[in-house]
C-alpha cells in the first residue's frame, strides 16, 4: 500500500434550481462497503485531526463543507491533498498514515469507513506504523 493507491473519486452529483445532491453507493463508487460513517465538525482552524495509521480500515472523505488538507504517509513517501468540493472524496487505503490540517471556518470532515470502530485498528504511535509498514513491505 502506498500514497499512490489513494486517489480522488468523483461522487455522482444532480443540480437542480433547488440545490445540488450527492451520493455514494458502497462497492460501487467507492471500493469497499460502508459499515460506518462519521463526521467531523466545529472544527477550530488551528486543530489537526488524525495523526494516525490504519491497519485495515479503509476510509472515503468527503469535504462536506469547507476545505481541509489530508497529509497521507507510507512510510516512503507523503502526499498532500486539498479537498474544497463536497462532490469529490478522497480514498485512503489501509497502512497509511495521515493528518488532517488546514481547516476553513465551518469545515466538515465525513468519512465513509469500511469497518465498526476498532481502537485496536489504530497505530497511534508513528514509529510502531513505521515498523509495520517496513515489515509488510519485506
Ligand atoms: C481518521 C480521521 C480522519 C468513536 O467512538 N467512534 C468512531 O467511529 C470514531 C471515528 C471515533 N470515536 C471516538 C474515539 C475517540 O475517543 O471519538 C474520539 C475521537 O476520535 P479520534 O481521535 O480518532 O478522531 P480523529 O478526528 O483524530 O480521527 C478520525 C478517525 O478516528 C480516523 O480514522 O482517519 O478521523
Redesign the pocket.
Given at each position: 500500500m502506498s500514497v499512490e493507491d489513494c486517489r480522488l473519486i468523483d461522487v455522482p452529483s444532480f443540480s437542480d434550481p433547488r440545490g445540488n445532491l450527492s451520493f455514494v453507493e458502497g462497492g460501487g463508487h467507492i471500493p469497499f462497503d460502508i459499515a460506518?460513517v462519521?463526521y467531523?465538525w466545529n472544527i477550530p482552524e488551528q486543530a489537526v485531526?488524525?495523526?494516525?495509521g490504519?491497519r485495515e480500515?479503509q476510509?472515503f472523505?468527503i469535504p462536506a463543507s469547507g476545505s481541509f488538507n489530508?497529509v497521507l504517509d507510507d512510510g516512503r513517501q507523503t502526499r498532500t491533498v486539498h479537498l474544497d468540493r463536497p462532490d469529490q472524496g478522497l480514498y485512503?487505503c489501509p497502512m497509511i498514515w495521515?493528518d488532517?490540517t488546514q481547516f476553513s471556518d465551518g469545515a466538515v470532515?465525513l468519512?465513509l469507513?469500511s469497518l465498526?470502530?476498532d481502537?485496536a485498528d489504530?497505530f497511534r504511535d508513528y514509529r510502531e506504523f513505521l515498523d509495520e509498514a517496513s515489515r509488510r513491505e519485506r
Open positions: 460506518r462519521y467531523i485531526r488524525g495523526a494516525h490504519h480500515l476510509q472523505i489530508v485512503i495521515r488532517v470532515c468519512a469507513a465498526p470502530y481502537e489504530y
